[in-house]
């Protein structure tokens, strides 16, 4: 474990990583589903605080991972069953979802003690490869003992926090100073995104099958949406609801999809190394938009099977502020990576906040959710439509700067 070349020619991910992205498929979908039901039921502030909390230690985790794969990846037999290990500590993390959504919504002591068994299952695999690192690769000795440290002082923190009966506005005040301290870890241990030798386009690649797991949440919410709305005993008869369901649901998703990929992270990547810690964390909100937007089809769904008791306007705002996160954040990324602002990009936010802000009028104004699920896919397509008929050029010019500064 001598350190990955960064200038690996062709690196992409390899089975191994593949596979452990599928523990998270069940950690994402876990989340979104309790998040859509808590929605349905009116406890919206609650089912925010739930989410946030599920999706920051689900994304964290897989940053974890991903970064010191990229940088120390050897996928020998030690680094595959420490691997294994990680994969059973998300599907713990996974399981303790439920518990912790349901503490939330009745008000009680936040219940993270199965999420926490999760992480140190976890952070125990995680230590163990930064010591394996520490040792056989010297110019990293520092990094991989810094990190060994830094690492075990926040697990004791969340072992506290699940396993000492504190007054509640004590655990609030300690999640928050925890969660920031979790995103300084990189900080305190590597000094910066220079610290080992990860790969630009190999990370990018990683991020980008990490937003294809969490678009598959409005793939689930659009089934989970349309299922039961399909007429006749066989469900072969469809309805307009279900039709136009199934339209917004894939076109919304399809969207979201293109506006990322519309973005070459890989090629900013790698003149904007430095930025790599800003690209890692400044994802958790895209991946949270998704996820959310995902929740939001399922909350639609459970409206039109008059399971929901929330009316229209805040089942379409269960999706317009989800998908505005996404697409706000994916232009803030590519602004502040690029170190360029691009003054088409504020006439494509315009227009996509007046699509979002019509489609939650529309539900205001009494019109039917199925209507306002149509306006609202038609978001991520201003910036669609936009980047390949003007912006494509634009971003083109400013690669070509960047590469030649």
Known sequence: MTGRDPAEHGRVSSPLELLFDLTFVVAVGTAASQFAELIAHGSYGRAVVAFLLAMFAIVVAWISFSWFASAFGTDDWLYRVLTMLQMIGVVVLALGLPAMFHSVAEGHHLELRAMVIGYVVMRVAMVAQWWRAA???PPFHDVGMASIRWTVTAQVGWVVIAFVRLPDAAVFTAFCVLGAFELLLPVLGQGGAGGTPWHPHHVAERYSLFAIITLGEGVVGTVASSGELLGGADGTHWTWDAVAV????VGLTF???WVYFAVPFGDILV?????????GYGHIPVYLGIAGAGAGLHVAGLSLEEEAHIGTTAVVLALVLPVGLFLLTVY????????ARDPFHLLLILLTLLVLVLAAGLAAAGASIPTCLLVLTLAPFVTVIG???????????MLAELKSH
């Open 246 to 249: 199934v339209i917004a649901g």
């Open 135 to 137: 040792r056989e690769s």
């Open 255 to 257: 969207g979201m999809w």
């Open 271 to 279: 003149h904007r190394r430095a930025r790599g810690y800003l690209f």
């Open 332 to 339: 803030l990324l590519h602004t502040l990576l690029l170190s």
């Open 387 to 397: 980047f390949e008929t003007v912006g494509h050029r634009h971003q083109r010019r």
